[in-house]
């Protein structure tokens, strides 16, 4: 293989900037599951689109959209790829108050949508934005922005720590509102995680994760409707798996059919309208179902 094409290839003195390079152990791995995610969401999806006046009642709607999808992620994620660090450094901060005043937005009448008596997603047109999705991505670029300028103050719990916990909070309130307990729990393993690595005492991090795991369990335990949830979660077949645990017991009983090596591509019988969802959050169930334990597995390793 020619210099031209090697991801490593040396340069020369005063031959200019060192262009950006691949990372195969993080591209591959991800292009693996993008396509897996493709012939998945096809294959999930097949009952639902065919039947579905809203996708006309073509079965290849979905794998259509997922495809158009990927072409549109792949061509940002090269341009994303193009900007410096320090670019996306000198922004962060921006980009972070952006996705606040998309979560703020996002809980306006007329602007946030309601789905399942959830306020999450953000109308345009053809396309539906869910916020908090973006403030995910937004929050790793100022985490880790916020620790590079806080650097020398990561010992200290009122310089390092209470700002970052201040904005999380303001963060955690716009998501308890829509609700949407599952992101604001992942965006405060987020912001700890990096703070952890960025060199925050150890005894602080433990003792705050600790206060962190008691509030979220107050939280679930004082709400009537996500307490439910989560008795349902632990047994689902014996906690209404007519009501709240009718996705969880469907789910596992994909899992279940799917035994070792699963039932074929395509094969899958809860996708037939038992499973709902089945082509978007519990995809996974389906993966077990067609695929086994083997192609769960393959999944969680590529992840």
């Known amino acids: 293989m020619s ?33 897996i995610g493709l012939v998945m969401v096809y294959s999930a ?15 290849d709607f979905f794998l259509i959209r997922q495809a158009v999808f990927l072409a549109i992620g792949g061509v940002a994620a090269l341009m994303a ?74 010992g200290s719990f009122r310089r390092a720590f209470v700002p970052m916990a201040l904005v999380i909070l303001l963060v955690g ?4 509102a829509e609700p949407d307990y599952g992101a604001f729990v992942v965006i405060v393993l987020i912001a700890f995680g990096m ?5 925050i005492n150890g005894k602080l991090f433990f003792s705050l994760g600790l206060v962190a795991i008691i509030g979220f369990a107050t939280l679930i335990r004082f709400n ?20 709240k645990g009718y996705q969880l017991t469907h789910s596992l009983i994909a899992f279940g059919r799917g035994e070792w090596f699963g039932v074929g591509l395509g094969g899958s019988v809860e996708k037939l309208f038992y499973l709902p969802e089945a082509h978007t959050d519990f995809l996974l169930a389906v993966i077990g179902e ?14």
Do not use: C, H
């Open 173 to 176: 309130a716009l998501l308890v």
């Open 3 to 35: 210099s031209s094409m090697r991801l490593d290839a040396p340069r020369l003195p005063g031959s200019g900037p060192r262009p950006a390079e691949f990372d195969p152990w993080l591209l591959w791995p991800a292009v693996a599951l993008l396509l």
């Open 81 to 154: 790829f193009q900007v410096p660090v320090r670019t996306w450094q000198a922004w962060s901060m921006w980009l972070f108050l952006g996705g606040i005043v998309l979560l703020v937005l996002v809980l306006i009448p007329g602007i946030g949508s309601v789905v399942n008596n959830s306020r999450r997603w953000i109308n345009l047109g053809p396309v539906n934005i869910q916020p908090s999705e973006l403030v995910k991505l937004f929050t790793v670029l100022y985490a880790a922005s916020y620790i590079v300028r806080r650097l020398p103050e990561m």
């Open 195 to 199: 703070l952890f690595l960025g060199g």
């Open 290 to 303: 067609e695929l086994g334990l083997i192609g769960v597995a393959t999944v969680i390793a590529l992840f």
């Open 224 to 243: 009537e409707l996500r307490w439910g949830r989560f008795i349902a979660f632990l047994d689902p077949f014996n906690n209404d798996p007519l009501g």
């Open 45 to 59: 999806s097949i009952a639902v689109a065919d039947s579905s006046r809203f996708t006309g009642n073509r079965p």
